[in-house]
């Protein structure tokens, strides 16, 4: 039971390249997350996905793009990367919202340097 | 909108004492849940421990206990019998019990680092 992962755990890219970062969860979680952790700052939430083929909004999605095509995968993607997407980025899953299974557990972080 | 306070960017404990460490938060929700979480060095996010908000027992996990004084809006974590391994940051986090649209994930404090002296 792995758990949540995420490749590649460090990416380096030039601005107005793109990119895919993925995250497997294999404990049939039915919610997903992508987070965004900046130097000096707490989480912030990008996009989030409540079941497969479903997508929505958190408080920072611009320049960010999500597809959740199997149940076990997450992906995000940056289209044209800028330097104000460098970050640490936090994949999370959890059962369900509310009830038995809310609290998230999240993988291990990817490192993306944009320059 | 939500949003939460850890007011001690730093703090430091001698080995096999207890700290504590504070958070506050803002919400106009009745029914919610809250979360400490550390991470390591390694940069991994781990679940320390969670309280819903129509608990009135504070939860403990082992030397972890909290805090939750839901009048006031705030949400210590406490340490005892503090270990070389607590050293991390601690972050406080926040998530409103039902779906609100935009407001489905975890809202975070910046973060307290703990610093532990041998």
């Known amino acids: 039971n792995a758990g949540v992962t995420q490749t590649p755990k460090f990416r380096v890219l030039k601005t107005g390249q793109s990119m895919t970062l993925l995250c497997a969860q294999d404990?049939?979680?039915?919610?997903m997350y992508w987070y965004r952790q900046d130097p000096g700052m707490g989480l912030r939430l990008i996009h989030y996905?409540?079941?497969?083929?479903?997508?929505a909004k958190g408080e920072v999605p611009d320049g960010y793009n999500v597809s959740r095509l199997k149940k076990q995968n997450f992906l995000l993607g940056l289209e044209s990367a800028a330097p104000s997407q460098t970050s640490v980025y936090f994949c999370?899953?959890?059962?369900?919202?509310?009830?038995?299974?809310?609290?998230?557990?999240f993988g291990p972080g990817t490192r993306l340097t944009v320059t | 909108a939500q949003t939460v306070t850890q007011s001690q960017p730093e703090m430091s404990v001698q080995e096999a004492e207890t700290v504590t460490l504070s958070c506050t938060y803002d919400?106009?929700?009745?029914?919610?849940?809250l979360f400490w979480y550390k991470q390591p060095p390694s940069r991994q996010m781990i679940l320390v421990i969670r309280?819903?908000?129509?608990?009135?027992q504070n939860a403990t996990e082992n030397r972890f206990s909290v805090n939750f004084q839901k009048a006031a809006k705030s949400f210590s974590l406490k340490i005892s019998d503090s270990q070389l391994g607590d050293a991390a940051m601690y972050f406080c986090?926040?998530?409103?019990?039902?779906?609100?649209?935009?407001?489905?994930?975890?809202?975070f404090g910046k973060g307290t680092h703990l610093i532990i002296q041998p």
């Open positions: 999370a899953s959890s059962y369900s919202f509310s009830g038995v299974g809310y609290e998230q557990y």
């Open positions: 404990m049939n979680h039915e919610y």
């Open positions: 996905s409540v079941g497969e083929g479903t997508t």
């Open positions: 919400t106009s929700e009745s029914d919610y849940y």
């Open positions: 309280q819903e908000a129509y608990k009135q």
């Open positions: 986090a926040y998530r409103p019990m039902y779906s609100g649209g935009g407001a489905d994930g975890l809202t």
